[in-house]
């Protein structure tokens, strides 16, 4: 692999993938393998699939509460190789910098061997986009400590039964909003824009991403990006969930991928300052591709089954605002004005 | 002027008792520290805070953005093998009531301040031991220091047992709002020497989160194993007792001070009837004591140094002495047996089936950081001996200095 970049991924220099092909040859081992009971076409268990490959041995992974928890981790059966511990389902950020915050006095003061150990603490929706924002916002802001938070976002808390979480799309049936005769919309609130968040407000957080486990080597080369990255790091992955979306587990991936090419799910990262599409988004952004109907991707899921023409055309409409109005597509919503200064006159 | 720490082990300073813990968390060399602010516990942070910007001792210092944040990095620090700080007050603790039962079930040897305050709402900033009493039944270690001098032997006794791997568990530092935390005092601190002799490093052993020790830590257990870890940790508070008691014996050879390790007997020796309680009750007790000494008044005070592990033998052994009992809860149960506070139940619940029991009877007082007057103390006092006096059970529980 001569004239490779390399990047220093706990105590290994490690390359990125670029193609899907490359994992075979360039990410071998595993470090979450059998012992867990996720669902059958669970595309978070992927998420913890590529997110422990892209970071080797010398990790320390954190988990909150969720499916990744409960589905994941039964005691004498779990799937990981590296060091894991179970956090609180709003503590995700807090994990992260409480275990990072131990290594670095530690090394600091003699008291452990030094090296660079990865630390990553991941949730699920529930843990990063409701309940968990104030710890995962307080954990960008250190500077100081290296770590990286992944929020896998299956778009509801799936593990206690599909109720609405602050991820999950408008309109979508869960547990919490089932469509009735008086209110065929129960959920009437649009999807939180969560990584946008945690870039814009944390300017000291350089690298900032989104993942879809129907691109691996997307998602494998932002784990190593964001371990690399001084600091802390953030990524938020979309995961198609066949219990909670209603549909055959064997269209996850198509389902992942429809997520990306309707434009609802742009893939992108943000590093030190600089925003860049990946994959399919990035040529959707610079005009060689069209985006897909969104209905595409509605239709194939049974949560929104009671969906109206009306229904479609809102949510079109939506993804459309997200393309045509935002400065940068589905991740700045709202654009420079005009210099008030002119408007006077 | 001389920092604290530039004047420590030379003789008597004048501190108050968050300053003190603040020097017992620099001289255990604690490596990870948060803070978030809430009275009156808040004070100790800014004690430790100067000294880490002052460079008196190295520690990652982190002021949080919540209680729950604040206990949830120590406690993933502290699974690393960090040796830990924290603390909070009131409603605080409360917001962080999730780490604080998480860390008792993980076992963690998490050091905590408690700064006792009132739960608001209504608001409130004074004394009330609830909120350090709730941690009571999960496993947490809990003590109660009465003046800034004992802050010494309880905060390091606080390490020295709850990192004990015969015991890892949380160890709460209960001391009452103001009147402690606020209230200086003359204090002998020891020594970084005598220190290092007593504390040894904190060792997680092979339940360390590492990349060498690749283990899995809380997975789900459900109702295959989970009645086996709760009797892990009943057989550790256990064992904390007797940690605690070879500890202490320990801190006696090394600082030479302190004489038992559960309980403060004040003037019980021919004492017919004592007070009991906690923390800094002791203070306006001891005075109205010996006033009423003067009287002829043979009353004795008893105070539990320990909430948990709850002394019970030495309070047995303590209480069978005496022909009455008065417990005196700085905090309330609502609605629990005879309406009584938490203390007196557990004391009650103490002393059952003892041949030769004394009669008990519960006091109310102080709540909300109300001043706890010598008057209020003699009183108590009297109802006691008067019980003593008749022999007749008095069940009811009497709220003091309360108007209406």
């Known amino acids: 692999m001569s004239g490779e970049t390399l990047y220093q991924i706990g105590t290994q220099q490690l390359p990125l993938m670029g193609k899907v092909n490359a994992i075979p040859q360039k990410a071998v081992e595993e470090y979450y393998t059998s012992g867990h009971r996720t669902c059958q076409g669970c595309e978070s268990a992927l998420i913890m699939r590529l997110m422990a490959k892209a970071a080797g041995p010398r990790t320390i992974i954190l988990g909150s509460t969720g499916c990744m928890y409960v589905a994941n981790t039964t005691y004498y059966s779990t799937p990981w190789v590296v060091p894991w511990m179970h956090t609180q389902l709003g503590s995700c950020g807090s994990a992260a910098t409480g275990t990072a915050a131990a290594l670095r006095a530690l090394m600091r003061k003699g008291k452990m061997k030094q090296e660079p150990i990865n630390v990553i603490s991941f949730c699920g929706d529930g843990g990063g986009v409701d309940m968990g924002v104030a710890g995962i916002s307080a954990a960008l802001m250190h500077a100081e400590y290296n770590h990286l938070i992944i929020c896998y976002d299956n778009e509801s808390y799936a593990n206690t039964d599909i109720q609405i979480s602050g991820a999950s799309p408008w309109g979508a049936n869960t547990t919490f909003t089932p469509p009735g005769k008086k209110f065929r919309i129960m959920h009437t609130r649009w999807k939180k824009n969560i990584a946008a968040l945690y870039a814009v407000g944390h300017t000291r957080c350089n690298y900032v991403a989104t993942g879809d486990a129907s691109f691996p080597a997307d998602l494998i080369d932002k784990v190593r990006k964001g371990l690399a990255t001084p600091g802390p790091a953030f990524i938020h992955t979309l995961d198609p969930c066949p219990k909670g979306w209603d549909y055959d587990p064997f269209y996850s991936h198509k389902l992942g991928e429809l997520a990306v090419e309707t434009g609802l799910f742009p893939l992108w990262e943000m590093t030190n300052g600089e925003l860049t599409y990946t994959g399919i988004s990035a040529r959707l952004v610079y005009g060689n591709r069209k985006r897909r109907p969104v209905r595409e991707y509605l239709e194939a899921q049974g949560r929104f089954h009671h969906f109206t023409e009306e229904d479609y055309a809102y949510f079109q409409g939506e993804v459309d605002k997200m393309w045509d109005n935002w400065s940068m597509p589905g991740v700045i919503p709202f654009k420079l004005g005009e210099d008030p200064a002119k408007k006077k006159k | ?404």
């Open chain 2, 1 to 404: 002027m001389a920092t604290a720490a530039q004047q420590a082990g030379v003789g008597v300073q004048l501190l108050t008792g968050s300053e003190v813990m603040a020097n017992v968390v620099r001289l255990a060399d604690v490596d990870v520290i948060t803070a978030y602010p809430i009275r009156p516990y808040d004070t100790v942070m800014q004690y430790v805070s100067r000294f880490i910007s002052n460079g008196e001792f190295d520690a990652d210092y982190i002021p949080a953005e919540s209680e729950h944040g604040q206990f949830e990095i120590v406690k993933h620090a502290c699974a690393c093998g960090a040796r830990v700080f924290t603390g909070s007050s009131g409603v605080g603790w409360l917001y962080a009531m999730e780490p604080l039962a998480v860390t008792a079930g993980l076992r963690l040897p998490m050091v905590a301040l408690v700064g006792c305050r009132a739960l608001d709402d209504p608001g409130a900033f004074g004394t009330e031991h609830n909120d350090a009493m709730l941690v009571r039944d999960l496993g947490w270690l809990i003590t109660f220091p009465d003046a800034a001098q004992e802050v010494v032997e309880l905060g390091l006794l606080a390490y020295r047992v709850a990192e004990d791997p015969k015991v890892f568990l949380p160890c709460a530092i209960a001391m009452d709002g103001a009147f402690l935390t606020h209230s200086q005092a003359t204090v002998r601190l020891p020594s970084q020497e005598q220190v290092k002799k007593f504390l040894p490093p904190y060792n997680r052993g092979d339940m360390l989160l590492h990349p060498d020790n690749p283990i899995t830590i809380a997975p789900q257990a459900n109702e295959d194993w989970l009645m086996e870890v709760r009797r892990q940790s009943s057989e550790a508070a256990k064992r904390a007792y007797t940690v605690l008691k070879d500890a202490h014996k320990d801190f006696c050879r090394i600082f030479g001070e302190s004489t038992n390790p559960f309980l403060d007997e004040y003037m019980t020796e021919d004492a017919d009837v004592v007070l009991c309680g906690l923390g800094t009750l002791s203070l306006p007790v001891k005075v109205a004591i010996r006033e009423m000494r003067k009287e002829g008044k043979k009353v004795g005070l008893v105070r539990l140094k320990w909430f948990r592990p709850f002394p019970t033998e030495e309070l047995r052994a303590s209480l069978s002495r005496f022909k009455a009992v008065g417990v005196v809860d700085r905090d309330y149960s609502f609605g629990s047996p005879f309406h009584g506070g938490i203390l007196l139940n557990e004391v009650k619940a103490a002393l059952y089936g003892l041949d030769k029991q004394p009669r008990v009877k519960g006091f109310v007082c102080g709540l909300g950081g109300r001043e706890v007057l010598l008057e209020n103390v003699k009183h108590m006092a009297d109802e006691i001996l008067a019980i003593a006096k008749s022999g007749k059970a008095d069940t009811q529980v009497e709220w003091i200095g309360v108007r209406g």
